[in-house]
């Protein structure tokens, strides 16, 4: 290992042996999740960066905001990413096949989104400061808010039943789709 993991991905075998990609450019990534053909895609602080698995080849895509620092990744429909920008406020969607790049902002000013996950209902839900926001396709989004007495909340995952699972403060919630 390189000894400073802030500029690689890594990639980890069943049987334990560590692989590390060096980035092209040093940004610290943070996200990844898998994407379509035989690709990882991860979020930097400037950029989505995408890494073909069998060979290691990196690229990777500037925003149009280059201080959105983007955080999570979630794989969406048609060969599209779904990620958040927390400091642009955004979520933001690139198409696997062209690179091209998609901003949506969010209605509540600074609402940090942080999380995002792709549910049963095939819309993107993500975490906010004090909501959960779904965005469908097309870009509308919806917020719920959650209880004045909740902590923000980060990580969202999709559950079993038509479900989405997010962490808040010290606690795990859950909302339904509909």
């Not at 930097?44 to 290691?56: H, L």
């Not at 400061?129 to 969202?156: F, H, M, Q, R, W």
């Amino acid at each position: 290992m390189s000894g400073d993991y802030f500029d690689c991905i890594g990639r980890i075998t069943p049987s334990g042996t560590v692989t590390e990609y060096q980035l092209p450019t040093s940004t610290g990534p943070s996200g990844i999740a898998a994407g379509p053909k035989g690709t990882m895609w991860f979020t930097e602080s400037s950029k989505i960066g995408s890494i073909a698995v069998n060979s290691g080849v990196i690229t990777e895509y500037p925003l149009p905001n280059p201080n959105s620092y983007p955080y999570s990744i979630t794989r969406g429909a048609k060969g599209t990413m779904w990620f958040t920008e927390p400091q642009a406020n955004k979520i933001g969607v690139i198409s696997s096949t062209t690179g091209s790049i998609k901003e949506y902002s969010i209605p509540t000013p600074s609402s940090y989104p942080y999380g995002i996950a792709r549910g049963a209902d095939g819309k993107y839900w993500f975490t906010e400061s004090s909501k959960i926001g779904v965005i469908n396709a097309k870009g509308k989004i919806t917020e719920y808010p959650l209880p004045p007495s909740s902590n923000g909340p980060s990580g969202i995952t999709a559950g079993p039943l038509n479900d989405l699972w997010f962490t808040v403060g010290d606690n795990v919630a859950s909302i339904t789709t509909s």
